[in-house]
């Protein structure tokens, strides 16, 4: 039991953590928001599982990507297109030209359905591959990458580069991707209407749950030997490659792991949203995705969900109040947060713990330094009795 509080929740502290974040989430929001402020919830809770991967992938590996939205957007295509395929019907496409394909297909005269897409049809392997697409493409590019020891800012640039090539082939590519306008008209998950009120309770609650579920896999991970490794890979690569490790593999693991994280918080997304667009793949909502993770801190799980969290709902309200203005706010508290509180929320929070434990102490130890016998005062050479 303790060996599992300790790997998977993070011991008592993490626990306690963990228990705090699930209390908000499953009962604090749901409890004070209508259904439309708790659906746009959901919708940043989906940005937290790319943030987690992030911490683990940049905090704790030090390999820092820019193209963390390639995968976000695989997973939610990967969903996207089973789901189109099934409000795709020949009942539903009755008035199109060749009806039992997607809409934008059609517009574009487009008279049978892509073999890319056929499998889609499946729900079992649209699943599957909301996890292992991201994850395979992911192994691909940090083996062709690490295995030639290409990192830090050049491998930064190299995904957010990618980010852009994916994000224009699918908007060149309207007969087979929708383009620009992406895939929407969602309307069912296996006969089950997502659009109803019910539905979007219910994906919130799984959304969340999945969230804590990638929190929990993440902490098991580097409370092993192999998360001991990327933090020493983080600190001093050239040693632990010196010490006979193969320090490409490891990071291609993490940067397959958090590639899977965002694949299923891509998933997430369309679910609850409703469409998938290639504007969700590009350069700016993969920086956007960093800056969540910095402003609650990369070395903190649970700090990169309170990040994202606080940094949506900001956007949000600011975005509503000052829509020229909130991409400056964006960017000013970016830099805001890199110059004051370079370990983010989380830094903030500790440094006001340990103070709090500091003055706890020395309250203690007043009253007992009060009550304890002063030593006697010894006297000055020449002074009388």
């Not at 300790?6 to 004070?32: C, D, S, W, Y």
Request: proline letters at 4%.
């Amino acid at each position: 039991m303790k060996s599992i509080l300790r790997k998977f929740l993070g011991g008592r502290e993490g626990a306690v953590g963990i228990a705090l974040l699930a209390l908000i989430v499953f009962a604090v929001l749901p409890m004070t928001l209508d259904i439309f402020r708790l659906n746009l919830v959901g919708k940043y809770l989906t940005y937290g599982f790319v943030a987690v991967g992030l911490v683990l992938l940049w905090g704790n590996s030090g390999v820092l990507s820019l193209g963390q939205g390639i995968f976000f957007g695989l997973g939610g295509y990967c969903i996207a297109m089973f789901l189109k395929l099934e409000a795709s019907s020949p009942a539903n496409t009755a008035i199109q030209s060749t009806p039992g394909i997607p809409d934008f297909m059609d517009w574009n005269q487009i008279t049978h359905l892509p073999a890319i897409w056929v499998p889609f049809r499946s729900l079992p392997f649209a699943l599957l591959a909301v996890i292992l697409l991201p994850t395979l493409i992911a192994f691909i590019v940090g083996a062709a990458m690490f295995k030639r020891r290409v990192g830090g800012v050049y491998f930064a640039v190299i995904t957010q580069a990618l980010a852009l090539i994916l994000s224009l082939g699918i908007d060149g590519n309207q007969g087979l991707t929708g383009g620009r306008n992406g895939i929407t008209d969602l309307r069912t998950l296996w006969g089950w209407d997502i659009r109803t009120q019910s539905a979007q309770y219910v994906l919130y609650y799984v959304c969340g749950a999945l969230l804590i579920g990638c929190i929990l896999i993440s902490r098991w991970v580097l409370s092993t030997r192999m998360g001991r490794l990327l933090l020493a890979i983080k600190d001093r690569e050239d040693r632990v490659r010196f010490s006979g490790y193969d320090v490409a593999s490891f990071k291609v693991f993490a940067f397959s792991l958090s590639a899977a994280m965002c694949g299923i918080g891509g998933a997430m997304f369309v679910l609850q949203v409703g469409f998938i667009s290639p504007s969700l793949v590009g350069i700016v909502p993969s920086i956007e995705m960093v800056i969540y993770a910095a402003v609650g801190g990369k070395m903190s799980l649970l700090g990169a969900v309170y990040g994202t969290l606080a940094v949506n709902t900001g956007k949000s309200l600011f975005s509503e109040n000052f829509p020229q203005l909130w991409p400056f706010f964006m960017g000013g508290l970016f830099i805001a947060v890199v110059m004051l509180f370079p370990n983010g929320i989380a830094g903030v929070w500790q440094s006001m713990r340990v103070r709090f434990i500091q003055l706890r102490h020395s309250a203690k130890r007043a009253p007992a330094l009060a009550s304890a016998p002063s030593a006697p005062t010894p006297l000055l050479e020449g002074s009388e009795v």
